[in-house]
T-cell receptor
């Protein structure tokens, strides 16, 4: 079983559309994250949730809204998609909030046309 | 925002040890050093972490200098599958901040 799974793996859409990426972890972890990797390969944290509570929000445009229905899921909704949103989005989880190793999903490649 | 400095690229012969250096001269006393790697088109993978003592696990060894201003990740017998970008990270608060990493190429 995949520890951290994301769907879809690829997402191609038009500018202006609204889309969602789902993430689930079966590790029993309390903390989940969303990272964005742009075309220059920089990995930047976007959000972090601990037990369904938002703990990190890295000045991401409010078109991005994470939602955590339970601590095993952290979904990412993106409204009014822009060309600059094209990137690979990685979900991750960890047992705790600090000094814990992160387990990453395999990524969702988002292409906005 | 990264607090570490790594060489952009390195090469290593298959079967030989790969030694990846990292400078973190501004590290504070309670910050850990983490190493992750990202194989092409995959999510980052945890390798090892340490505070001040040297650490070893099934994947690698981590050597941290006594002043903690630098560290070295050692892959004892590199294989072609170890070709990846290796990130040295000093844990800042509750988040991992990734730098540019070192692109390690293991050659046959």
């Amino acid at each position: 079983d995949t520890a951290v799974s994301q769907t879809p793996k690829y997402l191609v859409t038009q500018m202006g559309n609204d889309k969602s990426i789902k993430c689930e972890q079966n590790l029993g972890h309390d903390t989940m994250y969303w990272y964005k990797q742009d075309s220059k390969k920089f990995l930047k944290i976007m959000f972090s949730y601990n037990n369904k509570e938002l703990i990190i929000n890295e000045t991401v445009p409010n078109r991005f809204s994470p939602k955590s229905p339970d601590k095993a899921h952290l979904n990412l909704h993106i409204n009014s998609l822009e060309l600059g949103d094209s990137a690979v989005y990685f979900c991750a989880s960890s047992q705790g909030r600090a000094n814990e190793k992160l387990f990453f999903g395999s990524g969702t490649q988002l292409s906005v046309l | 925002d990264a607090k570490t400095t790594q060489p952009p690229s390195m090469d290593c012969a298959e079967g030989r040890a790969a030694n990846l250096p990292c400078n973190h001269s501004t590290i504070s006393g309670n910050e850990y050093v983490y190493w992750y790697r990202q194989i092409h088109s995959q999510g980052p993978q945890y390798i090892i972490h340490g505070l001040k003592n040297n650490e070893t696990n099934e994947m690698a060894s981590l050597i941290i200098t006594e002043d903690r201003k630098s560290s070295t990740l050692i892959l004892p017998h590199a294989t072609l599958r170890d070709t990846a970008v290796y990130y040295c990270i000093v844990r800042a608060e509750e988040k991992l901040v990734f730098g540019k990493g070192t692109k390690l190429t293991v050659n046959p």
